[in-house]
């Protein structure tokens, strides 16, 4: 089945920047749209952004745009999530997510997630 572990998160000071990964096994990664998700502390899941099968389609929160990156390397079954000019609200456990066909902001429509990655902005 498919596995999903994040890694990156970390402390960093607001206006800093963080890259998390994604590594994704288990079934052909080239299948699988990709997202990120984040969970706040007392908040619900909220989207971030996510990728289509290719890459060649990208889809972001307005709160994010401009600042995130989304990529995927399906070399090497890896989907990124660059931030820069982090703010203390982007702190959150940060969570990929997959799902085969199409890309989707809506968590529910995503079949598999990882264990998240803590990311915490300072100000």
């Known amino acids: 089945q498919v596995q999903l572990v994040e890694s990156g998160g970390g402390l960093v000071q607001a206006g800093g920047s963080l890259r998390l990964s994604c590594a994704f096994s288990?079934?052909?990664?080239?299948?699988?749209?990709m997202g990120w998700f984040r969970q706040a502390p007392g908040k619900e899941r909220e989207f971030v952004a996510a990728?289509?099968?290719?890459?060649?389609?990208?889809y972001y929160t307005d709160s994010v745009k401009g600042r995130f990156t989304i990529s995927r390397d399906n070399a090497k079954n890896t989907v990124n999530l660059q931030m820069n000019s982090l703010k203390p609200e982007d702190t959150a456990d940060y969570y990929c997510a997959a799902r085969p066909g199409g890309y989707s902001g809506n968590y529910y429509r995503y079949e598999h997630w990882g264990q998240g990655t803590q990311v915490t902005v300072s100000s």
């Open positions: 990728i289509n099968w290719s890459g060649g389609v990208t």
């Open positions: 288990g079934r052909t990664f080239s299948s699988y749209a």
